[in-house]
């Protein structure tokens, strides 16, 4: 009844009253008037009307939609009271309301239906805010990005201070100290004697004897002529590796029936032993470093067949030869020859010694101006029975 009774009214309304079209244009333009704003909004308002300039929208003004909001609040209650006026004065125009038509059932659900949806559109402004949004919304949340710069700034300084505080900690722990040392690499060198020699301070800061360790490496090579290299690297937090290259033995010099190490470069260790090893030759009545190192060198040129069967070398100089050599073979012979053509002509021992060997002589082969054997009893002026006259002797005797 209330819907029928408005909808008289308004045709009442619309029948009587007069349109001035004069008040109609000021009512269009007329600047809708807000309720008081605070600082914020205001700076809201604008900012809202610069961003629908900017992307060339229509500008929404959040302000006035809650203003028709509130509008329509306020129509709604006067239309709640002028229906219950309406109520108590139909009561008293019944005669006159039978002559209207009435309202179809179809309009009234119309009406009861747009009703409901102008209820939902005003339900979801509320709850989704203004179209374009609000000022706080657009702007970026502050608070986060202070509190994401302070944890950056936080953790840079914490960073700035815990680095040379760990040092600190470090330097003062015992972990910055030499625990030990391990030896490898060392054969004759005892591991203790490269120890000592190196005089590494165990128990002291680790990083100033590591910095300095060349010079430690210098006193072990001052004091062992068998060092060839070493090395220190760490093995561990803190403890050291020393990594020792030796010198290889080639050879043994005999003194007083003794026997000396004779070393690849050519030095004689001061390290007597009773008996040399089976594998290298012995040197005999040598003084000179340097012609222990040519006759090395010599020897070290050799087939293997030849230096496995070479037993001694003796340097036996002659008044008129001071290069001569006299090599007794594991056969039983004796052979002469110069140190600088013994590499040259004892390739040919071999056949030689063959061809000896079917002779049933046992003797002295003569390499030192041609090539001769004989037994140690004929004189080598002679042109014994025996005596070994090949093709590879003459060849020797052209060279």
Do not use: C
Not at 287 to 312: H, P
């Amino acid at each position: 009844m209330s819907i029928i009774s408005r909808k008289k009214k308004n045709e009442q309304e619309n029948s009587t009253e007069e349109v001035n079209p004069e008040e109609s244009v000021e009512e269009e333009i007329k600047t809708p008037q807000y309720p008081p704003l605070t600082p914020w909004q205001q700076a809201n308002l604008e900012y809202l009307k610069q961003k629908a300039i900017e992307d060339g929208v229509p500008f929404v003004d959040p302000y006035a939609i809650k203003e028709e909001e509130n509008t329509e609040e306020d129509e709604a209650t006067t239309e709640t009271e002028e229906d219950s006026k309406d109520l108590e004065a139909a009561d008293d125009t019944t005669t006159s309301t039978d002559d209207e038509p009435e309202a179809t059932d179809t309009e009234i659900v119309d009406e009861e239906q747009e009703s409901d949806n102008d209820q939902d559109v005003e339900e979801e402004i509320l709850e989704k805010g203004p179209a374009n949004g609000s000022f706080l919304d657009r702007l970026p949340n502050l608070k986060q990005m202070r509190q994401s710069r302070l944890y950056r700034r936080s953790t840079l300084l914490i960073t700035i201070f815990m680095i040379p505080t760990l040092f600190l900690l470090y330097y003062i722990s015992p972990l910055s100290s030499l625990s030990g040392i391990s030896v490898t690499g060392n054969e004759h060198i005892p591991s203790e004697k490269v120890l000592s020699d190196m005089n590494f301070s165990v128990g002291q800061n680790l990083w100033n004897q590591f910095f300095n360790r060349d010079q430690y490496i210098k006193r072990l090579k001052n004091n062992e002529e068998r060092v060839q290299s070493a090395s220190v690297s760490f093995n561990g937090v803190n403890h050291f590796k020393v990594q020792v290259k030796e010198f290889e033995e080639v050879a043994y010099l005999e003194r007083d029936s003794q026997y000396f190490p004779i070393i690849s470069n050519g030095k004689i260790i001061d390290d007597a032993n009773a008996r040399a090893a089976d594998t290298l030759p012995i040197l005999k009545n040598f003084k000179s470093s340097k012609r222990i190192l040519k006759v090395l060198k010599q020897y070290d040129e050799l087939n293997a067949e030849v230096r496995t069967g070479i037993s001694q070398i003796d340097y036996a100089p002659k008044k008129d030869n001071s290069q001569l050599l006299e090599i007794y073979m594991n056969d039983g012979n004796k052979v002469m020859v110069n140190i600088p053509q013994m590499q040259n002509r004892m390739q040919y021992y071999p056949q030689i010694a063959s061809d000896m060997a079917e002779a049933g002589i046992t003797g002295i082969v003569d390499m030192e101006a041609g090539v001769y054997a004989y037994a140690p009893s004929e004189s080598s002026d002679e042109n014994p029975t025996g005596t070994t006259t090949t093709e590879s002797a003459n060849s020797m005797e052209n060279e």
